[in-house]
T-cell receptor, first 111, second 113 residues
């Protein structure tokens, strides 16, 4: 039972354009949401997070939006760069020792 | 450099041959965990530990054991590996507390023949 879903396995965008990665969740108890980025042969690295009391969080080129009523969050990357090409995992947590991950979306940014 | 290390990075073994994947962190984190990553399923938690001598099952603990005798180390033990345990394994650690992100190791790719 996947409580966190990333329905797009892959996404391809042109350098300089916006990348939008989407994530849906089913558990209304989730209170903290994170995005991780993973390069080949490396472990995931933390990118950005948002708590349920906010609907937007920005960090440089990366912005995460949370729509609690729709149980949906998205990651916007503007402008996209070739170095952003990676697999992005969405994760959600309802309490401290529990974190649920989506299946990941492979982003390819073309020069 | 703050990091989580795992060894080995790659391992091919045969069914039934006991193996241990080591995990060590140098950030003095209380919390450590193990995940496996499989295509289409994302990362699923195997076991976690809130502190020394405190471990608990995650979502997919069957066929695995862990121990936490020291704060920095959290080995994953497969007593009798089977082909369905072929996967990519990640160890992670973090400061205890809800709004803290996990730091992941580089991964161990395990193949059980």
């Amino acid at each position: 039972d996947q409580q966190v879903k990333q329905n797009s396995p892959s996404l391809s965008v042109q350098e300089g354009r916006i990348s939008i990665l989407n994530c849906d969740y089913t558990n209304s108890m989730f209170d903290y949401f994170l995005w991780y980025k993973k390069y080949p042969a490396e472990g995931p690295t933390f990118l950005i997070s948002i708590s349920s009391i906010k609907d937007k969080n920005e960090d440089g080129r990366f912005t995460v939006f949370l729509n609690k009523s729709a149980k949906h969050l998205s990651l916007h990357i503007v402008p996209s760069q070739p170095g952003d090409s990676a697999v992005y995992f969405c994760a959600a947590s309802a309490f401290d020792n529990d974190m649920r991950f989506g299946a990941g979306t492979r982003l390819t940014v073309k020069p | 450099e703050a990091q989580v290390t795992q060894n080995p990075r790659y391992l091919i073994t045969v069914t039934g041959k006991k193996l241990t994947v080591t995990c060590s962190q140098n950030m003095n984190h209380e919390y450590m965990s193990w995940y496996r990553q499989d295509p289409g399923l994302g990362l699923r938690q195997i076991y976690y530990s809130m502190n020394v001598e405190v471990t608990d099952k995650g979502d997919v603990p069957e066929g695995y054991k862990v121990s936490r005798k020291e704060k920095r180390n959290f080995p994953l033990i497969l007593e009798s590996p089977s082909p369905n345990q072929t996967s990519l394994y990640f160890c992670a650690s973090k400061i205890t507390g809800f709004y803290n992100e996990q730091f992941f190791g580089p991964g161990t790719r395990l193949t059980v023949l």
